[in-house]
């Protein structure tokens, strides 16, 4: 995700602390902001544990399994 979007998710978080609060406009926009960025965790999480082998005191490697 890039730094605009992430220090735009800052500045709305807090103006939405501020006295002021936000407009129904901004409060959708940092829904969308913080469903993006969520994802985009959730991706890169995904694709770390994916490519994580766990190493047996013998020698052997085996990948991750996934859980359905």
């Not at 890039?2 to 978080?13: D, F, M, T, V, Y």
């Amino acid at each position: 995700m890039e730094q605009e979007k992430i220090a735009r998710i800052n500045a709305l978080a807090r103006k939405a602390k501020s006295p002021e609060g936000l407009t129904e406009a901004e409060a959708t926009e940092q829904a969308a902001l913080r469903r993006e960025y969520l994802d985009a965790c959730k991706r890169s999480l995904t694709a770390q544990l994916d490519n994580t082998v766990i190493q047996y005191p013998d020698g052997t490697r085996r990948p991750l399994k996934r859980r359905k």
